[in-house]
Each structure stands twice: as C-alpha cells, then as structure tokens.
C-alpha cells in the first residue's frame, strides 16, 4: 500500500492556533505519521500514511514522505515545537556498560552483512539499555532536513515508558508494535525489558511463528502471560484470529499518555496510533 490511511482535523484547529501547538511525528520504512497537540494536551489532528509492501521499503518510503511533507498544509504550520522518532528494523539492544558511542556500527557486525547506512542510539528510559540503530542514511537525512532542530529519538524509548504504564504491575508480559510488515516484540518482566526483537514478516503464518518463538525463548506460557498489541492489527483479520487460537489474553493498548481526545476525535481503534501516543506522553527530558 502507499496511501494515506487516515486523517483527522479538530474542528476548532486553525493557522493561528498552532503557535500554540506540539507536532510529534513517527517516521519509518514502513509509514509517516503525526499528530498535533495542543497546549492543553487536546488533540488538534492526526495523519497517517502507509507504504508497506513486499520488499524495498525504504526506497519506496523515501520520496513519498518528501512528497508530503513538502505538500502538507499542517506541516507547514509555525508550531511551538516539533518532535520525532524513528522505527529502525535493524535495531539492538547494548547494556549501558559496554556502550561505546564512537563505535555504533561494530555493534551489527554480526547481525548485517553490510554496515551501509547512519548510526543512532537513544537511552531506554528508566534503564541501563541503551537502543542502537541503523538507518537509511536518505531516511536520516530527509528526517533531519524537514525536523530540523527537532529532538530526533528511537521510538522504543517512548513505547518503553508507555508498556510500563499499561501494563499489570508485578507481572510479565509481551507486547506487539505493528507497523506495516514490521513486527516490534518487547518483553517486560516486573517492568524491566527481557526480550527484544524485530521482524518482517509476509503473512499471518510468519506473523504467529515469530510471536511463539518469543514465548519459548523466554520461558513463557501462552495460555498464561498476557500479550498486549498497539499498531495496525485489528480483530476482524486473520493473523489476530491465529494469535487467539493460541494465546488466551490478549489486549489491544488503549494508551492515551494523557492526551485528551475529546468528544469530536472519531478514533474507535486507539491502538493503531499507540506510537503516536506514547511518543506525545514521553517526558522531554528522556527525549
């Protein structure tokens, strides 16, 4: 697909409200996304674009967001603030004690053929993880040319914080970002990560295969942890019907960060825009 998949404007939003406003973007291979908020944390509008598909992603992602952004008449507003975080596929996970910061790309030699494309890292709030990616480097520097200035983050960081909120204290569970073909499994034991990983998957086989795998390798009972889903997966489709043949809870994230939705925002599946969300709810400071 490459399209937009959903668009929404507060009825009261305007040119001269936006110098009030945050605008808070996620940016990835697979789709662009924003929402903006007001001073009061109201919801003003929010945007969604998917450029999913079978292979070459990025290639396909790059000059569309272009487009857009070049095009969009929200963008283009004077906002007291902007901000945004990225999905990066090939993404790991490097304890705070061997973290090098001069050395981010020795940290895939093992897990990338080719070592092609920008290095990032961001800290995992409320840990000593740090979140190493790689990014296309066309990617990063479309991101960096229309966010200028702007704090540039892993979305994991935000999502770490959110999970922590939604999830049942004192206990352990999985949790599913979905975006695209891009599968996004995090792990949290009494609130501390224990797994992470990420996938492309093809179809719903895949899609089920990678969610056990990630039960077994932590010892987990699907018939007793709890599985917790935010992105595009709904329940009507086939891959959630071969989840529940499985897994007996399963939520769909209905995180808000505190964002106040009102009576007019027509949003009845609030986790599709879970990202969205948790990146609006993360603290500044942990940007």
Not at 173 to 194: C, E, M, N, T, W
């Amino acid at each position: 697909m490459d399209h937009q998949t959903f668009s929404w404007l507060h009825p009261d939003f305007s040119s001269v409200g936006a110098g009030n406003c945050t605008f808070y973007a996620v940016a990835g291979a697979e789709g662009f996304s924003y929402c903006v908020l007001g001073k009061d944390r109201t919801l003003r509008a929010l945007r969604a674009w998917d450029f999913s598909g079978p292979g070459g992603e990025a290639q396909r992602a790059i000059p569309a967001i272009r487009t857009l952004l070049a095009a969009d008449d929200l963008y283009a507003l004077a906002y007291a603030d902007r901000r945004c975080a990225v999905i990066a596929p090939h993404t790991t996970l490097v304890p705070k004690r061997f973290y090098q910061p001069d050395a981010l790309p020795t940290y895939f030699d093992l897990l990338l053929s080719e070592n092609s494309g920008d290095f990032g890292a961001t800290p995992l709030s409320g840990s000593d993880i740090w979140a190493v990616y790689r990014l296309d480097r066309e990617l990063k520097t479309l991101i960096e040319q229309f966010f200028r200035g702007a704090p540039f983050s892993h979305l994991l960081a935000a999502e770490m914080h959110a999970f922590e909120q939604a999830s049942v204290p004192h206990r352990t569970a999985v949790f599913l970002s979905v975006r695209g073909y891009h599968l996004q499994i995090s792990v949290l034991d009494r609130g501390q990560l224990v797994f992470y990983n990420t996938y492309r998957f093809d179809n719903p086989g895949d899609f089920l295969y990678f969610v056990l795998l990630a039960y077994e390798q932590t010892r987990l009972k699907p018939e007793e942890t709890p599985l917790f889903i935010g992105g595009n997966l709904l329940a009507s489709g086939a891959i959630y019907r071969n989840l529940y043949r499985y897994i007996q809870y399963i939520h769909f994230l209905q995180f808000t960060g505190g964002v106040q939705l009102g009576k007019s925002a027509p949003l009845p599946n609030l986790h599709v825009f879970f990202d969205l969300f948790a990146l609006a709810a993360e603290p500044p400071a942990n940007q």
